[in-house]
């Protein structure tokens, strides 16, 4: 049976106006029938494009084939043998790019719903008891440094595979960006610990407060007897502009902004995070971080501006939460780029920007954005998040000198993700850069990969 | 015992209270300058400058001023408690390297930051002068510690211990007969901005130890930034000394203003719940 339907199941959301006003997730996630009705739309193609768009290979014509018999039980552990995140991927993955963008639904029509289907498998497992055993532990001790999506991806391989995992994290809370930068409306942190719970049943041990380079060294960890060592330290510090008045109270880098309301709660009224509400809020940038602070801003009560140097089809950030951050209220200032923060007071007053036109591509296919001459205007504002993304953190660089990294600060690796250490391996964004969760997850999967070969040798 | 237990709990004077927490891992890797980050209940994450370790029991000393709903939070911590969460040691150590004589200078809390760089100092065979500002006499802490290991003179804005005044005045004083190649300094951003335009003019390499507001510490937030010789710097990872000389002072006082609004509302609402309590 296949349902001829041309576009995707419509998925239930909070509505606009309600959600505004609250951090609770905003897509509601879709009911059995939803998800069944959904499921069969897929045509079960023999040569699977959506599974050979997947950074991490899900099988998805078989797990979307146990949706429609309802056995969701086996839908679950077809995703979890190449996914140990579904719930996480289900709801944070740009499937428009990746596993959609392949789907054969999608030449006539819309292409399955495959995000939402993964997020139903994944929310419907955890809603019921499981009684998951940990694999006997006979295998040599792995450090995994950093508990974030490639961290936990890479623990979550090894630990099946039957080694020893320890996972260390500087914060005080597991994670990593799934919960000090994505936040609580568009991935609800319960999903995430429950995630790690899971792995604890696998008998991964976490460690929290501790900093690698600086708590404990890497030499330190070999020492220990950890066999080899992952080092998922993620994105480092967050770009500025270098425009003048960027050091005005009131200029917050996305991060910050983020991990105030997210990691240390200044959402909830009995939070002690200081915080500033602007009236008015200019949030610099277009990626998902960028949507990420502009619709947490939206939620502290602010009016938001999203002012983005190149025009709305260049917006790097998931189609989806463009979409809601429209309905939420999102104003977009495009071809649009600031060059100073106006102060009064030694607060931020304004942000003075230039008209952009695009010109010819770049280096990365995009038209490059050019100033359009006498331009220049002001936007009113009290608040500026600047989401420019991130360059390498230097911390562990500095502890660790025989650690290679390149002119950016990028920890080198070779084709096994092997650093210039022996049997110290690196993924995520402390290699790549920025980039998103199911890459460096899909990393994490391949130094688990490469570890095991080598150890077993 | 457990990781993170209060062994020692001491008031140095009304509002600043002296924290011995049981950590081997950071009480070893410790060295003077560095600080660690502290998350007690409901509070910030608040970065501490290590006050002094006990390797062989594996304690480190920490010291806060009382000033909003997070110290007031850790003030309330019993001896016995333990800690929910404490990171680090993090940041660079003070260089210390090559000094002949060195002038440690300290504004309130910040002898407490200053205490172990006169050590290391000393111990490196450095001679080392000590002065140490309070307000008045019924603050001042620390002062039989520094003088084991410094000539030690105390300033009181009101005169009640020792010299009146400033800690500028007596380093003014100082400059005309001593000659140091080195300034250690930690306190009040004014006083650190008023230190280090006296000895840029006598060219005397000063380092200041700086405390801007800071989230998680490990180069993530972009929090602590500040301005280092015209450019972006961060405490966390970058610091936290920096070249007196070339710090934009203005800057960070102004950037310091930003919660204090927020913070004086989060106290009085802190301190009337206690009452109702």
């Given at each position: 049976m296949i349902n001829n339907q041309k576009t995707k199941t419509p998925m239930p959301i909070q509505d606009a106006k309600l959600r505004i006003k609250n951090f609770d997730e905003v897509a509601l996630g879709y009911t059995l029938e939803q998800a069944q009705n959904e499921a069969l739309r897929c045509l079960s193609c023999k040569n699977s494009p959506c599974t050979s768009a997947c950074p991490v290979g899900v099988n998805i014509k078989d797990f979307i084939a146990f949706i429609k018999q309802g056995d969701f039980e086996k839908a679950y552990h077809e995703i979890a043998k190449t996914n140990c995140l579904p719930a996480v991927c289900g709801r944070v993955c740009p499937q428009e790019t990746q596993c959609e963008s392949k789907c054969v639904c999608g030449i006539k029509g819309q292409p399955v719903a495959i995000g939402r289907l993964e997020r139903f498998v994944a929310d419907w497992y955890a809603q019921h008891e499981h009684n998951l055993?940990?694999?006997?532990?006979?295998?040599?001790?792995?450090?995994?440094?950093?508990?974030?999506?490639?961290?936990?991806?890479?623990?979550?391989?090894?630990?099946?595979?039957?080694?020893?995992?320890?996972?260390?994290?500087?914060?005080?809370?597991l994670g990593g960006v799934l919960v000090y930068g994505i936040p609580h409306f568009r991935l609800p942190k319960e999903i995430v610990f429950k995630e790690v719970?899971?792995?604890?049943?696998?008998?991964?041990?976490?460690?929290?407060?501790?900093?690698?380079?600086?708590?404990?060294?890497?030499d330190e960890l070999k020492n220990d007897g950890f066999s080899a060592i992952y080092l998922a330290t993620g994105a480092g510090l967050p770009k500025f502009?270098?425009?003048?008045?960027?050091?005005?109270?009131?200029?917050?880098?996305?991060?910050?902004?983020?991990?105030?309301?997210?990691?240390?709660?200044?959402?909830?009224?009995?939070?002690?995070?200081?915080?500033?509400?602007?009236?008015?809020?200019?949030?610099?940038?277009?990626?998902?971080?960028?949507?990420?602070?502009?619709?947490?801003?939206?939620?502290?009560?602010?009016?938001?501006?999203?002012?983005?140097?190149?025009?709305?089809?260049?917006?790097?950030?998931?189609?989806?939460?463009?979409?809601?951050?429209?309905?939420?209220?999102?104003?977009?200032?495009?071809?649009?780029?600031?060059?100073?923060?106006?102060?009064?007071?030694?607060?931020?007053?304004?942000?003075?920007?230039?008209?952009?036109?695009?010109?010819?591509?770049?280096?990365?296919?995009r038209r490059r954005p050019e100033v359009i001459e006498n331009s220049q205007f002001i936007i009113d504002c009290d608040l500026v998040i600047m989401a420019l993304g991130t360059s390498p953190n230097p911390l562990l660089k500095t502890n660790t000198p025989n650690l290679e990294t390149d002119k950016w600060g990028c920890i080198v690796v070779d084709e096994n993700l092997q650093t210039s250490i022996e049997n110290v391996y690196a993924g995520g964004d402390a290699t790549t850069g920025s980039a998103t969760v199911i890459l460096a997850m899909s990393q994490g999967k391949k130094a688990a990969k490469s570890i095991n070969e080598k150890l077993s040798k | 015992m457990k990781l993170n237990t209060i062994v020692e709990k001491?008031?140095?004077?009304?509002?600043?209270?002296?924290?011995?927490?049981?950590?081997?891992?950071?009480?070893?890797?410790?060295?003077?300058?560095?600080?660690?980050?502290?998350?007690?209940?409901?509070?910030?994450?608040?970065?501490?400058?290590?006050?002094?370790?006990?390797?062989?029991?594996?304690?480190?000393?920490?010291?806060?001023?009382?000033?909003?709903?997070?110290?007031?939070?850790?003030?309330?911590?019993?001896?016995?408690?333990?800690?929910?969460?404490f990171v680090g040691p993090l940041g660079n150590h003070t260089n210390t390297n090559d000094a002949k004589y060195a002038c440690v200078i300290a504004g309130?809390?910040?002898?407490?930051?200053?205490?172990?760089?006169?050590?290391?100092?000393?111990?490196?065979?450095?001679?080392?002068?000590?002065?140490?500002?309070?307000?008045?006499?019924?603050?001042?802490?620390?002062?039989?510690?520094?003088?084991?290991?410094?000539?030690?003179?105390?300033?009181?804005?009101?005169?009640?211990?020792?010299?009146?005044?400033l800690v500028t005045d007596v380093l003014v004083e100082n400059l005309n007969k001593k000659q140091y190649d080195l300034v250690f300094v930690v306190g009040p951003l004014p006083m650190m901005k008023a230190v280090g335009d006296i000895t840029k003019n006598c060219n005397i390499k000063t380092i200041a130890s700086m405390n801007p507001i800071m989230i998680d510490g490990t180069g993530m937030c972009g929090g602590c930034r500040l301005t280092v010789d015209g450019k972006t710097a961060f405490a966390c990872v970058d610091g936290p000394d920096f070249d007196a000389h070339k710090v934009d002072f203005d800057q960070l006082i102004a950037r310091n203003k930003t919660y204090q609004q927020f913070e004086r509302h989060a106290y009085e609402k802190h301190c009337n719940l206690l009452n109702k309590q």
């Open positions: 055993k940990a694999p006997l532990s006979t295998k040599q001790k792995i450090a995994v440094v950093g508990s974030g999506p490639s961290g936990l991806a890479c623990a979550g391989d090894l630990a099946k595979l039957g080694y020893k995992v320890t996972v260390f994290e500087a914060l005080h809370t719970e899971n792995l604890k049943k696998l008998g991964v041990e976490f460690c929290c407060d501790v900093v690698v380079g600086k708590t404990l060294d890497v502009m270098n425009i003048k008045g960027e050091h005005l109270s009131g200029v917050y880098s996305a991060n910050e902004y983020l991990t105030r309301i997210n990691l240390m709660k200044a959402y909830q009224p009995t939070s002690t995070t200081p915080i500033l509400k602007g009236k008015k809020v200019c949030v610099v940038g277009g990626g998902n971080v960028a949507m990420d602070a502009a619709r947490s801003a939206l939620r502290m009560g602010s009016e938001v501006h999203v002012v983005y140097r190149r025009s709305e089809k260049e917006l790097p950030a998931r189609k989806e939460e463009i979409e809601h951050g429209k309905e939420e209220g999102l104003i977009f200032d495009f071809l649009t780029n600031p060059i100073e923060v106006l102060e009064k007071d030694g607060f931020v007053r304004g942000l003075k920007c230039v008209k952009m036109q695009l010109g010819a591509p770049d280096q990365s296919g | 001491q008031q140095l004077n009304d509002t600043v209270c002296l924290l011995g927490i049981f950590n081997p891992a950071v009480a070893t890797k410790a060295k003077a300058g560095q600080f660690v980050i502290l998350q007690h209940e409901n509070s910030e994450r608040i970065p501490l400058t290590i006050a002094d370790c006990n390797k062989e029991k594996g304690i480190v000393y920490v010291v806060f001023q009382q000033v909003g709903v997070s110290t007031a939070i850790i003030n309330q911590a019993k001896l016995g408690d333990v800690i929910h969460h309130g809390v910040g002898c407490a930051i200053a205490l172990p760089v006169a050590k290391a100092l000393s111990q490196n065979g450095t001679k080392v002068d000590a002065i140490l500002g309070f307000r008045s006499q019924n603050l001042v802490f620390f002062e039989e510690k520094f003088q084991s290991v410094a000539s030690t003179q105390i300033v009181t804005n009101d005169g009640s211990l020792g010299q009146k005044g």
